[in-house]
T-cell receptor
Framework: LAKTTQPISMDSYEGQEVNITCSHNNIATNDYITWYQQFPSQGPRFIIQGYKTKVTNEVASLFIPADRKSSTLSLPRVSLSDTAVYYCLVGAPNTGNQFYFGTGTSLTVIP | EAGVTQSPTHLIKTRGQQATLRCSPISGHTSVYWYQQALGLGLQFLLWYDEGEERNRGNFPPRFSGRQFPNYSSELNVNALELEDSALYLC?????????????????FGPGTRLTVL
């Protein structure tokens, strides 16, 4: 079971870069790493996904070391609207493995 | 394009009763996933349905069950409700099915059904 561990909460000032790290020591060979964002009273929203090295899209970057036992979501120049809970997900239901969302990291952006 | 829809928005039941929650996936998506989000426990995977079949199941007792209809909509049933079943139940859909190996997996979530068990 690819259980994930993330910090419970983080604070950041507007305009700063935020890095949220997720530990997943038991990641399987065919597991992808996916990050989701959730605002209160809404379902999670996909941010980024990767398998190894670095992935970048218009909203975030994802860094995955060679051993893949952790991953870091990087949010450049956060704004107040980035205040949300961020979840790291390892695996996918269609690999046949169990997959695990975890408790997420509550990010608060301060003016 | 319409997103994932869930009904009802809120549901109040008493212990021992049964609850039925419904989900309509995005048009063209064949996979439906159910999650439980209880206070302080994060997102817990419940069930995955694809092409009408249950494909994967999380660590939940058998009283959590469901089905997927020919139009790919899905129903989650919770029997013999317990107080700790009170949670937000989220449905998600994706266009992925039984592809093997590492695969891109973007799930689109609905707004959820808030179940309260009294």
């Amino acid at each position: 079971l690819a259980k994930t561990t993330q910090p419970i909460s983080m604070d950041s000032y507007e305009g700063q870069e935020v890095n949220i790290t997720c530990s997943h020591n038991n990641i399987a060979t065919n597991d992808y790493i996916t990050w989701y964002q959730q605002f209160p009273s809404q379902g999670p929203r996909f941010i980024i996904q990767g398998y190894k090295t670095k992935v970048t899209n218009e909203v975030a970057s994802l860094f995955i070391p060679a051993d893949r036992k952790s991953s870091t979501l990087s949010l450049p120049r956060v704004s107040l609207s980035d205040t949300a809970v961020y979840y790291c997900l390892v695996g996918a239901p269609n690999t046949g493995n169990q997959f695990y969302f975890g408790t997420g990291t509550s990010l608060t952006v301060i003016p | 394009e319409a997103g994932v829809t869930q009904s009802p928005t809120h549901l109040i039941k008493t212990r021992g009763q049964q609850a039925t929650l419904r989900c309509s996936p995005i048009s063209g998506h064949t996979s439906v996933y159910w999650y439980q989000q209880a206070l302080g426990l994060g997102l817990q995977f419940l069930l995955w349905y694809d092409e009408g079949e249950e494909r994967n199941r999380g660590n939940f007792p058998p009283r959590f069950s469901g089905r997927q209809f020919p139009n790919y909509s899905s129903e989650l049933n919770v029997n013999a409700l317990e107080l700790e079943d009170s949670a937000l139940y989220l449905c998600a859909s994706s266009s992925l099915g039984l592809a093997g190996g590492p695969t891109y997996n973007e799930q689109f979530f609905g707004p959820g059904t808030r179940l309260t068990v009294l």
